[in-house]
């Protein structure tokens, strides 16, 4: 197949171009910097010579979108949501002018869409919508807002001709430089890998051989459309997902945090503390119920199997990871 990515140079970009290229697919990546083969110049918000390798392509997967690893100033709030919504209307707007358009349109969603919650996990079919939660900062609502912006933008597209998946992923784990595997097994390894403000809060995650399987399984499956939860079967609270993360380093101690403290580590890794205390309780409804199969369902095993493969990738000593994306 021809397979157009747009936004594809991030770490998950990174992945399922490593993957769909090894399996003999022609992959072309749209990015604002193109250093090599099979990248394209786009400037993710206007049409240009770019839409040409949609039209006759097989599939497109947009992952198009401002890192959400920064600060969550006004500026950069802004910058998420119209990176996001700019690029899936151009992308569209491709596919509907194509004359041999692409059956199927992969979008890039986020589990972060879901409320904060304890109590229950998030379905596709049940999970409440975040945004109105009580005792939580109010500009994660905005984050809630990019996220249901986003899927609105893809759902009012008129590609008659094109199935449309939005995909609700949590966090892709790969053994990556760069990737939020790499910067929380850089804090375990440091020892501070303990419980964040106690550590209920859910994590949901995925392994990146999962990631793009799944990737696969709805790019086959024609009856799949509309939301899809892209998360491992088993999301467990954080002061449990980084024990098993110590525990695949072989490191005894991680020492915890209290909320104040997490707030200056997301200051000083020019982050936002929403991605370490929402607890996104996400789990994946329509891929288990198509019977799709997990090959790493559960953290320990997955956490294991990806430290192993981040021990074999060259890194640099005694910095901190730090993500990079071309976009």
Same mark, same amino acid.
């Given at each position: 197949?021809?397979?157009?990515?747009?936004?594809?140079?991030?770490?998950?970009?990174?992945?399922?171009?490593?993957?769909?290229?090894?399996?003999?697919?022609?992959?072309?990546?749209?990015?604002?910097?193109?250093?090599?083969?099979?990248?394209?110049?786009?400037?993710?918000?206007?049409?240009?010579?770019?839409?040409?390798?949609?039209?006759?392509?097989?599939?497109?997967?947009?992952?198009?979108?401002?890192?959400?690893?920064?600060?969550?100033?006004?500026?950069?709030?802004?910058?998420?949501?119209?990176?996001?919504?700019?690029?899936?209307?151009?992308?569209?707007?491709?596919?509907?002018?194509?004359?041999?358009?692409?059956?199927?349109?992969?979008?890039?969603?986020?589990?972060?869409?879901?409320?904060?919650?304890?109590?229950?996990?998030?379905?596709?079919?049940?999970?409440?919508?975040?945004?109105?939660?009580?005792?939580?900062?109010?500009?994660?609502?905005?984050?809630?807002?990019?996220?249901?912006?986003?899927?609105?933008?893809?759902?009012?597209?008129?590609?008659?001709?094109?199935?449309?998946?939005?995909?609700?992923?949590?966090?892709?784990?790969?053994? +990556?430089?760069?990737? /939020?595997?790499? *910067?929380?097994?850089?804090?375990? &390894?440091?020892? @501070?890998? %303990? =419980? #964040?403000?106690?550590?209920?809060?859910?994590?949901?995650?995925?392994? +990146?051989?999962?990631? /793009?399987?799944? *990737?696969?399984?709805?790019?086959? &499956?024609?009856? @799949?459309? %509309? =939301? #899809?939860?892209?998360?491992?079967?088993?999301?467990?609270?954080?002061?449990?997902?980084?024990?098993?993360?110590?525990?695949?380093?072989?490191?005894?101690?991680?020492?915890?945090?209290?909320?104040?403290?997490?707030?200056?580590?997301?200051?000083?890794?020019?982050?936002?503390?929403?991605?370490?205390?929402?607890?996104?309780?996400?789990?994946?409804?329509?891929?288990?119920?198509?019977?799709?199969?997990?090959?790493?369902?559960?953290?320990?095993?997955?956490?294991?199997?990806?430290?192993?493969?981040?021990?074999?990738?060259?890194?640099?000593?005694?910095?901190?990871?730090?993500?990079?994306?071309?976009?």
């Amino acid at each position: 197949m021809k397979i157009v990515i747009p936004g594809g140079t991030g770490q998950v970009g990174t992945v399922l171009n490593r993957a769909l290229s090894g399996a003999g697919h022609e992959v072309v990546v749209l990015t604002r910097r193109p250093a090599g083969p099979g990248e394209v110049y786009w400037d993710g918000a206007t049409a240009g010579e770019w839409a040409g390798e949609i039209d006759g392509s097989d599939v497109v997967i947009n992952l198009a979108g401002r890192s959400v690893s920064c600060r969550y100033t006004p500026g950069n709030l802004r910058a998420m949501m119209d990176s996001r919504v700019l690029s899936t209307r151009v992308v569209g707007d491709a596919i509907g002018a194509a004359v041999h358009p692409p059956r199927v349109w992969l979008q890039m969603s986020t589990a972060t869409v879901y409320a904060h919650r304890f109590d229950a996990p998030h379905d596709e079919a049940t999970g409440v919508i975040g945004g109105t939660e009580p005792d939580v900062p109010g500009y994660w609502s905005y984050s809630v807002e990019i996220a249901r912006c986003w899927e609105r933008e893809q759902e009012e597209a008129d590609t008659p001709h094109t199935r449309k998946v939005a995909l609700r992923s949590a966090m892709v784990m790969s053994p +990556d430089r760069g990737g /939020v595997l790499d *910067v929380l097994s850089w804090m375990t &390894r440091l020892g @501070l890998g %303990g =419980p #964040v403000a106690g550590g209920g809060q859910y994590v949901s995650w995925i392994h +990146d051989h999962d990631f /793009v399987r799944a *990737v696969e399984f709805l790019i086959d &499956r024609e009856d @799949l459309v %509309g =939301p #899809v939860n892209l998360a491992a079967p088993e999301p467990l609270p954080q002061r449990e997902f980084m024990q098993g993360l110590r525990r695949a380093w072989r490191m005894p101690v991680g020492l915890p945090a209290t909320r104040g403290m997490a707030e200056v580590g997301a200051f000083v890794l020019r982050t936002d503390t929403e991605l370490l205390l929402k607890s996104r309780r996400v789990v994946p409804g329509r891929l288990l119920d198509a019977g799709f199969g997990f090959t790493h369902p559960t953290w320990p095993e997955a956490a294991r199997d990806l430290v192993r493969r981040r021990r074999s990738v060259r890194q640099g000593a005694g910095t901190p990871p730090h993500a990079t994306q071309r976009r």
